[in-house]
């Protein structure tokens, strides 16, 4: 019995031993101990290895984004839920980071995480659109998801540069760059 983070774990591991192109869907299944169909039960592709449970992480931010009372405002109940949704156990921060170090460096990866990005995206501005007033795909939703998104990536990438560095800082800092930017929006609650 294996989870899809087991899996997940297994994959990055075997990631950095051979690097990502040259481990095969067959590797991973004999080192997880189940057959190649199982793995692809757990995840539709080997790109989709490196995202653990992602989709899962997804729900929790729209329910999480959901749970914000109406009077915070806009900026707050983001930068809340962009830190929230990349906080870690401690456990799996060994992992996140492999995982992150991946994900924004091979370029198989880089190219399919546009996918993942996107979904992420969506999540937030929906919930600016809903805060707004504004359909989902205007402009404003969309520029508000597109710049957190860039924060959040700037966080993580200086995050890997530094062995010692604390991802939820980074990020609270990161994402704290905005609020003036969108201090507009504050009245908007």
């Known amino acids: 019995s294996t989870s899809r983070a087991e899996l997940s774990h297994i994959a990055l591991q075997l990631f950095l031993e051979n690097g990502f192109d040259a481990t095969t869907i067959d590797q991973i299944a004999a080192r997880a101990g189940i057959g190649r169909r199982t793995v692809f039960r757990y995840f539709p592709s080997k790109n989709d290895l490196p995202w653990g449970d992602f989709d ?30 990349n906080r870690f156990p401690v456990e799996e921060v060994p992992y996140h980071r492999q995982r992150m170090d991946l994900l924004l460096n091979v370029p198989t990866l880089v190219a399919h995480s546009t996918l993942r990005y996107a979904a992420w995206r969506a999540v937030i501005a929906a919930f600016v659109a809903g805060r707004l007033g504004e359909p989902e795909e205007s402009l404003r939703p969309q520029a508000i998801a597109w710049s957190y998104l860039a924060v959040s990536l700037s966080a993580y990438e200086q995050w890997l540069r530094h062995d010692d560095a604390d ?19 504050r009245g908007d609650g």
């Open 56 to 85: 899962l992480l997804l729900d929790r931010m729209r329910a999480h984004l959901a749970s914000m009372p109406a009077e915070l405002p806009l900026v707050d109940a983001l930068h809340a839920a962009v830190v929230e949704f």
């Open 167 to 185: 991802l939820a800082v980074l990020l609270d800092e990161a994402v704290a760059t905005l609020a003036s930017t969108f201090d507009s929006t």
